[in-house]
């Protein structure tokens, strides 16, 4: 079964360095890999998706993400953090391509920006 | 926004009762997908329907239910309630299901005291 999963639960980073939140998903390659965001007290917003036309993947908001097979991983990164990017980050997997499938969500990283 | 709308915005009721919260889809999506989160449990996945029949079924307990309308939107149906059903209840949408990405609504808050 596929499953996810994140490294970290809280990261914090300094505004203008380098952000860099870890995904790793289980052996077998998944059809489709997300990153998803949540701000307080809203819903969570599709970020970027991989659907293995290309590994690495630009999002919105400056995020981009790189599939890596022999590592099993979907890490996202931004270059250069701004206080807007403080989130929560779930990484997401697909278990299928099926009218049935679901998708797999993270336990979620929450991102703190520090001035 | 994400064209997705869930009513209430926010709920308070008692232990034992019951409560129905709705959700309209993005237009054109015919699957609909209920979500629990709560702060020790994270994101859950209780229930996915397409196209008004019910697809998939996760960690949705017995005192739930859910259905879609034939207007695809859904309502997701709480009874007997416990104080541990407080949470914030998504729904998401997607053009099938497929695995493909869904569209998240900004979700009902539930608050049982």
């Known amino acids: 079964a596929q499953s996810v999963t994140q490294l970290g639960s809280h990261v914090s980073v300094s505004e203008g360095a380098l952000v860099l939140l870890r995904c790793n998903y289980s052996s077998s390659v998944p059809p489709y890999l997300f990153w998803y965001v949540q701000y307080p007290n809203q819903g969570l917003q599709l970020l970027l998706k991989y659907t293995s036309a290309a590994t690495l993947v630009k999002g919105i908001n400056g995020f981009e993400a790189e599939f890596k097979k022999s590592e099993t991983s979907f890490h996202l990164t931004k270059p250069s953090a701004h206080m807007s990017d403080a989130a929560e980050y779930f990484c997401a997997v697909s278990d299928g391509r099926s009218s049935a499938s679901k998708i797999i969500f993270g336990s979620g990283t929450r991102l703190s920006i520090r001035p | 926004d994400s064209g997705v709308t869930q009513t209430p915005k926010h709920l308070i009721t008692a232990t034992g009762q019951r409560v129905t919260l709705r959700c309209s889809p993005r237009?054109?999506?015919?699957?609909v997908y209920w979500y629990q989160q709560s702060l020790d449990q994270g994101l859950q996945f209780l229930i996915q329907?397409?196209?008004?029949?019910?697809?998939a079924k996760g960690n949705i307990l017995e005192r739930f239910s859910a259905q879609q309308f034939p207007d695809l939107h859904s309502e997701l149906n709480l009874s007997s309630l416990e104080l541990g059903d407080s949470a914030l209840y998504f729904c998401?949408?997607?053009?099938?299901?497929?695995?493909?990405?869904?569209?998240f609504g900004p979700g009902t808050r539930l608050t049982v005291t």
């Open positions: 998401a949408s997607s053009v099938e299901g497929g695995g493909l990405e869904q569209y």
């Open positions: 237009s054109g999506d015919l699957s």
């Open positions: 329907y397409y196209n008004g029949e019910e697809r």
